[in-house]
């Protein structure tokens, strides 16, 4: 099956920059979404459509997705953004969602 | 407003049965695809299948480690979706979320669009 691979975790101080990668076999191919998740919390979408963001969701926020890695930023990380991030797509072959393995941002 | 807000979870035993609602509103149901998710304590998100559309026929697919014990189903009348979860386990215990999604043909395969609205999730805890 389909798998997303990206790094553990991610470690930054806040007002940095926090870069969430997410890479998997002809990814470039596929359209990618990123949720943020907390628990015991429903996800939140922060970014549809490769490069979208959701009404709601604040300008420090964004995202790229080129060649064979989709990449989620973070600009100026606020303690509220401590969480895991998780990109998906959509497997048509076998016609259902793939996750990320998570990626869990810290603040130094 | 778009709202999904799940209902029906609580304590339950081994081996019974336990029907999850989604009551949604705020945007027309029958358009959409509905899925459901789990988070067990101190694990990821894990999906455990959806129900397309009326379009697509309304068929189902689910997660192996569901198929068999859990089904989903909907009522577009009512704007419900349910899953309806049988031979619980004590690994079943979880928070259980819906969450929408347009699904669709695009260049000759089906594909969803993101899962954009989720609800508030409903605790489900398998014990003796």
């Known amino acids: 099956s389909y798998v997303l691979t990206q790094p553990p975790s991610v470690s930054v101080a806040p007002g940095k920059t926090a870069t969430i990668t997410c890479g998997g076999n002809n990814i470039e191919r596929k359209t990618v979404h990123w949720y943020q998740l907390k628990p015991g919390q429903a996800p939140v979408l922060v970014i549809h459509s490769d490069t979208s963001r959701p009404s709601g969701i604040p300008e420090r926020f964004s995202a790229s997705h080129s060649g064979t890695t989709a990449t989620l930023t973070i600009s100026g990380v606020e303690p509220g953004d401590e969480a895991e991030y998780s990109c998906q797509v959509w497997d048509s072959t076998n016609d259902h969602p793939v996750f990320g393995t998570g990626t869990r941002v810290t603040l130094l | 407003e778009v709202q999904l807000v799940e209902s029906g979870g609580g304590l339950v035993q081994p081996g019974r049965s336990l029907r999850l609602s989604c009551v949604t509103s705020?945007?027309?149901?029958?358009?959409?695809?509905l899925s459901w998710f789990r988070q067990a304590p101190g694990m990821g998100l894990e999906w455990l299948g959806f129900?397309?559309?009326?379009?697509?026929?309304?068929?189902?697919e689910y997660a192996a480690s569901v198929e068999g014990r859990f089904t989903i189903s909907r009522d577009d009348s009512k704007s419900i979706a349910y899953l309806q979860m049988n031979s619980l386990k004590t690994e079943d215990t979880a928070f259980y979320f819906c969450?929408?999604?347009?699904?669709?043909?695009?260049?000759?395969?089906?594909?969803?669009?993101?899962?954009?609205?989720w609800g508030q999730g409903t605790m489900v805890t398998v014990s003796s």
């Open positions: 129900i397309r559309s009326k379009t697509y026929s309304g068929a189902t």
């Open positions: 969450t929408r999604s347009y699904y669709f043909y695009s260049g000759g395969l089906t594909t969803s669009g993101a899962f954009d609205k």
């Open positions: 705020g945007f027309t149901f029958s358009d959409y695809a």
